[in-house]
């Protein structure tokens, strides 16, 4: 009864849900975009071009793992369920949160250490934890591409441990004590040396020799140490102690002799030199064959160890973060990366570019020359966001896995404290856009997001929106995406956009789990369409669905309007200064980007200056309408373009005067500001008129809803208020002009508007929702149906629609829960919680036309959601991350003229020797290496050798050794064989010398006869 007498008030004769069941409201989940919680680290693999991101567990989500590649092709790991973190962390409060540390990509396998010291090993091609071991305290790992080792640093007791990668467990015949302690360092047994090399000493850092794997650089707290896998000894030991009356790094405590606590070690890329890096910003660089101190100084100063320096004041520095020794393609011409290393006070905050230059010959050159090369050839900072700090960065390297991922790299993944990232250019530190080079995922913290609206755009005009932009190629190329029908039966997409906090929107379609033909996004700066840098906070923006306008308002009051097209300036900065024009429009196609040939290009400005923007809405036909938290509202008419009305809304807007009792006189004056909340556009034929024409709907913040009707004079148009509705006194959050005769939404489309010419009628209601209640009414100022919500807040809602079947109205709550309502019944269709969604921003979620919900998880990462659908939980990836036609290139090893020196190279297959010993069953990469082997000793039979590497690749290890001592024995038969048929045919050539000699002997013994009887 009660939903009939709301039909009844609402002047609706027919159910508009009738062919919606309460079954098919259960919200799938369909995809979630953004990081659930803050990164922690970050790995780059320049082979398959993937990159891993970790985060840390927190409140909004466990600890993952990102693996992103091309487009949108994306897996996700996660360390461990988030019941056992979460029983785990009531078990333990005084636990650090679960964090990864760690992550290195070898061959198609991922590694992970974490804060809970657990080492994982996950194959990307399944994307399983396929091994794990835990250890007492890691304080750093070193793994290498090509190698099936990893090597685990404990920073309690100064051990060294090894990992076999392959197998999945620990090398147990391998173990490095602690080599610090050990005797044969020079001073170990007395002197002030000994005072520091007892208790306390951990490992800090480890690392590879980049040509020579038979070395491993052990960096101790108290110093470093070269260690030889072949030889089982440490060859090299290497303690800084800056003497009294020398600066050090940062000049504190020069009265008195020093040693500095050791953070880092590094190879240089050739292994020429070693680098050790320290607590008081001192850069050491040592000697790795005489082991001696070639030179020492700090970012800021050189020969910081040498007495007598010209006492300057002692300055604090940041503590080091990471420090990478980079190459270009000649791993010879180096330079220096560094985190962390300047003072306290530095005004332009960032990453250090030390760069060193070609180094010199180290056979010809003196040690002057040697240490006036570590001075450098210029200093660079590359200069991070005001107020932030570096964390650690990644870099991006063009080809090379080896050299530490530090050979000509082209980009530079910037990690800063806040948990944001910002990508910049390698070495020039220049600001990179994520756009279309990055995985969407990413640019939401890239930095973090502001604001968010989504638009329901038509498929075809869709699939126009491709802008053309100079830039260069992606970062991330890597991976396949899994194949994906599109969605049938709904020929619109989801247009997300998107608005960053450094002012950039980008926008792109999210799709709805489905095949997303076109996964390009679009971007713009409305800083630079303001010409203005700083202050610039967008507060709100809108895209209109057909015609792809879009327009975004600030904190500070301007409005940005965009158009598709071209940009006559491409290639070319024409941006010009330009007048203020508060209330006005201002031209503002001369800052267009000049790299952006075609795409979104900045059109006009408006300045209302009342206040932050808060409501824009973009019609389909020309008109742009602006509310403002000053009371302000605005409507703009595209094809002058021209203002057609302003004011303030409080003039249209009469609030009922309440009179005291007692005292007689109006209480008003405490009445809150009221401004537009929400706006707009419709084609309908408002309450008294026998026409439609074109309506804009102004909500506000006190439960009004102001109708303006928009008629043509002459060649353009005017607007006049036509009435205003009360809807309780709570904040409108939706408003949705329905045709009820068609049960499809009444927008002012251009087939509605053409229609108003040949006079066609539109019979159209109003759906407006406040926080408190729902209101159907004949706009402008009928009172309509209602239906109150006693339980909660509502913080979102729109009108949405199956195709062929009805629409109906999708609400979301403070609960988070979302519920379905009839039209115009009122009626609750269906209910469902969403505890995916985080309580203190559902205020935030917004709901599409199409019924799919979007709605924030945490910071930095949003869920999207179908509300029509079966109660499918997120599903998995299926996209394929490694692509097995891509191999790793020769790992780098020791130069002709080294081995010639007496460096004793040592082979992976040596190593696999040296640490899992000679009962370690062959691993896959051994296996591989020995069919290819014996492909090239077959004497060029490629397709035999393929199949026996095939072969090799399937057999298991008792097999494999089999058939090798099976091979070995044929091969010695063969070599028997072939030596008894040579000793018999020496034999045999041995003989007939022996009888040609005898029957040369008798000859000329008979013709000696002949001569002397005849």
């Not at 030889?231 to 020398?246: D, I, L, M, R, S």
């Not at 109708?707 to 006049?720: D, E, H, R, V």
């Not at 036309?849 to 998995?876: C, M, N, Y």
Request: proline content about 6%; glycine content about 12%; some cysteine.
């Amino acid at each position: 009864m009660a939903g009939f007498l709301r039909a009844k008030q609402a002047g609706i004769q027919k159910d508009l849900s009738a062919g919606i069941t309460p079954g098919a409201f259960n919200p799938d989940e369909l995809s979630r975009y953004g990081i659930n919680s803050q990164i922690s680290c970050l790995a780059y693999d320049p082979t398959q071009s993937l990159l891993a991101v970790g985060t840390t567990t927190s409140k909004y989500g466990p600890a993952q793992i990102y693996v992103f590649g091309s487009r949108r092709v994306f897996r996700t790991f996660t360390l461990n369920h988030p019941s056992r973190q979460s029983a785990f962390a009531a078990a333990a409060p005084h636990q650090q949160a679960l964090a990864v540390r760690y992550l290195a990509f070898v061959a198609n396998r991922l590694v992970s250490v974490d804060t809970h010291n657990e080492l994982a090993v996950w194959d990307l091609d399944t994307g399983q934890k396929v091994s794990r071991t835990t250890y007492g305290r890691v304080a750093c790992v070193a793994t290498d591409p090509g190698l099936d080792w990893a090597f685990i640093g404990n920073g309690n007791g100064g051990d060294v441990s090894a990992y076999d990668l392959d197998r999945g467990t620990p090398a147990i015949g391998w173990r490095l004590g602690n080599l610090w302690n050990s005797p044969d360092r020079p001073g170990a047994g007395a002197g002030a040396g000994s005072a520091v090399s007892g208790l306390g000493v951990g490992v800090v850092s480890l690392q590879l020799h980049p040509r020579d794997i038979g070395k491993l650089l052990i960096g101790y707290t108290h110093g470093a140490v070269i260690y030889s896998f072949k030889q089982n000894v440490a060859t090299k030991f290497f303690e800084y102690v800056v003497p009294a009356g020398a600066r050090g790094g940062n000049g504190l405590g020069t009265e008195k002799e020093r040693r500095p606590r050791l953070v880092q070690a590094v190879w240089h890329p050739t292994g020429t030199f070693v680098l050790t890096a320290h607590e008081d910003g001192s850069l050491v660089f040592w000697d790795p064959k005489e082991g001696r101190l070639v030179a020492a100084r700090s970012i800021y100063h050189t020969r910081v160890n040498e007495p007598g320096g010209k006492g300057e004041k002692p300055t604090p520095l940041v503590p080091f973060g990471k420090i990478a020794w980079c190459c270009k393609q000649n791993p010879d011409d180096t330079a220096l990366l560094i985190a962390g290393g300047q003072t306290v006070d530095e005004e332009q905050k960032g990453l250090t570019f030390l760069e060193l230059g070609p180094t010199p010959i180290y056979a010809t050159s003196s040690w002057e020359v040697l240490a006036n090369h570590f001075e450098g050839k210029r200093r660079l900072t590359l200069p991070i966001p005001p107020g932030a700090a570096v964390a650690s960065y990644c870099l991006v390297a063009r080809a090379s896995p080896y050299f530490d991922g530090a050979q000509d790299p082209i980009a530079i993944l910037t990690m800063l404290t806040s948990g944001e990232i910002i990508t910049m250019s390698f070495p020039s530190g220049y600001p990179i856009s994520p756009t279309n080079m990055l995985h969407p995922s990413m640019s939401f913290v890239h930095p973090f997001v502001q604001k968010i609206a989504v638009s329901t755009v038509p498929r075809q005009r869709w699939l126009g929106f491709v802008e053309t932009r100079s830039q260069g190629d992606p970062i991330l190329l890597g991976g396949a995406p899994a194949r994906k029908r599109r969605r049938a039966g709904w020929d619109y997409r989801n247009i997300i956009q998107v608005a960053h906090a450094d002012s950039t929107i980008r926008i792109w379609d999210v799709g709805y789990d489905d095949d997303i033909e076109n996964p390009a996004q679009l971007q713009v700066d409305i800083a630079r369409a303001l010409d203005r840098f700083e202050d610039v906070n967008v507060t709100a923006l809108a895209m209109a669905d057909a015609t792809g306008e879009f327009a975004a308002g600030t904190r500070t009051g301007e409005v940005v309007i965009y158009r598709w097209g071209g940009n006559r300036n491409f290639g070319r900065d024409a941006t010009k200064p330009l007048d203020p024009n508060p209330g006005g429009l201002t031209d503002i196609s001369s800052r267009a980007e000049p790299s952006l040939k075609e795409g979104l290009q900045p059109f006009i400005l408006y300045e209302m200056m009342q206040g932050p923007v808060s409501a824009i809405s973009v019609s389909d036909v020309g008109f742009i309408a602006v509310g403002s938290e000053g009371g302000f509202f605005s409507l703009i008419d595209l094809r002058g373009p021209r203002v057609i009305f302003q004011g303030p809304l409080t003039e249209h807007i009469k609030e009922e005067k309440r009179t005291s009792f007692l005292k007689g006189h109006s209480s008003k004056s405490s009445a809150p500001l009221e401004f537009p909340t929400v706006i707009e556009f419709g084609v309908l034929t408002l309450e008294g008129d026998g026409y439609s024409s074109i309506a804009c709907f102004v909500g506000t913040n006190l439960g009004h809803v102001a109708t303006f009707k928009i008629l043509p004079s002459g060649q353009t148009y005017t607007a006049q208020f036509a009435g205003v509705t009360k809807c309780g006194g709570d904040k409108v959050v939706a408003i949705s002009p329905l045709n009820v005769d068609t049960a499809q939404p009444a927008n002012a489309t251009g087939l509605a508007v053409a229609g108003l010419k040949e006079g066609r009628q539109v019979n159209g209601v109003l759906v407006a929702v406040t926080q408190t209640e729902i209101r159907v009414f004949k706009p402008a100022a009928a009172k309509g149906a209602s239906k109150s919500f006693d339980d909660q807040l509502c913080d979102a809602a729109r009108v949405t629609e199956i195709p062929g079947v009805g629409v109906a109205l999708v609400a979301v709550f403070g609960d988070r829960t979302t519920r379905a309502y009839s039209l115009p019944a009122l009626k609750e269709v269906g209910r469902a919680a969403l505890p995916m969604l985080d309580s203190s921003r559902t205020i935030l979620t917004v709901i599409s036309r199409t019924g799919d919900v979007f709605g924030w998880t945490g910071p930095s990462e949003i869920a999207v959601l179908s509300v029509w659908g079966t109660g499918q939980p997120l599903p998995p990836s299926g996209d394929t991350l490694v692509n097995p036609e891509l191999v790793l290139p020769p790992r780098p090893t020791i130069s002709n003229l080294q081995w010639i020196s007496g460096t004793q190279y040592v082979s992976p297959t040596d190593l696999d020797l040296l640490i899992g010993g000679p009962d370690r069953p062959p691993s896959k990469r051994m296996m591989d290496a020995t069919a290819a082997e014996r492909g090239v000793g077959a004497g060029g039979s490629a397709g035999t050798g393929g199949a026996r590497a095939a072969g090799a690749g399937q057999e298991g290890w008792g097999e494999y050794l089999t058939r090798q001592l099976n091979e070995r024995t044929e091969k010695l038969t063969m070599m028997d064989d072939a030596m008894y048929r040579m000793q018999e045919s020496t034999q045999g050539w041995a003989e007939g010398v022996n009888k040609f000699v005898k029957k040369q002997k008798r000859d000329m013994l008979i013709g000696g006869v002949k001569k002397s009887l005849f």
